[in-house]
Structures are given as structure tokens and as C-alpha cells.
């Protein structure tokens, strides 16, 4: 009877650290591209380096082409941008 409710208690935990990471990985997600459309619309109509926010920031990676986007938890990630306005 202990192995199985054991068992069954393994089974709860493991299902409730999936969901967690889950739910990390997508507010995570989200928070970097809701930065990196703000950092692309704030682009577009003035020359600018990056934006900070409560979330965490961004930076514009012009050779690259890219946006990178780090937030306060530590993760990153980098987005691609076809079209950067104000090149000098």
C-alpha cells in the first residue's frame, strides 16, 4: 500500500514540475517577444540602442541583423530583423 500511494505521489510531482517548466518556458517566451516588438516598433521611428524595461532589455545588434533580448531571470534570446531603419 506505501509503494503505491509512493508511486502515485512520484507520478503527481513529476506532471506538476512538467507543468511548471511549461509555464516558465512560455512567460519566458512571451516576455522577450513582446520586448523585441516593442525594441522594433520603438526602431522604426527613432535611432536607438535598445529599450530597458521592468521585464528586463534589449539591444539591437545592427551587423547582425538582430535583437537580442535578455531578461532579469537570466534568459536570452536573439531574434532576427530583416529591415533596421535609421543606419548611419
Known amino acids: ?3 503505491l500511494i ?3 505521489l512520484v507520478g503527481v510531482t513529476h506532471s506538476y514540475q ?3 517548466q511549461s509555464y516558465r518556458y512560455l512567460l ?3 516576455q522577450a517577444k513582446t520586448l523585441y516588438e516593442l525594441t522594433l516598433a520603438s526602431q ?4 536607438l540602442k535598445g529599450i530597458k524595461a521592468t521585464t528586463g532589455e534589449s539591444k539591437i545588434l545592427r551587423k ?3 535583437i537580442k533580448v535578455t531578461l532579469k531571470n537570466g534568459y536570452q534570446k536573439q531574434f532576427e530583423i530583416k529591415n533596421i531603419t535609421g543606419k548611419k
Not at 522604426?44 to 535611432?47: A, G, L
Open 1 to 3: 500500500m506505501l509503494t
Open 28 to 30: 519566458n517566451h512571451y
Open 18 to 20: 512538467q507543468q511548471q
Open 6 to 8: 509512493s508511486v502515485v
Open 64 to 66: 547582425q541583423h538582430q
Open 44 to 47: 522604426s521611428k527613432t535611432d
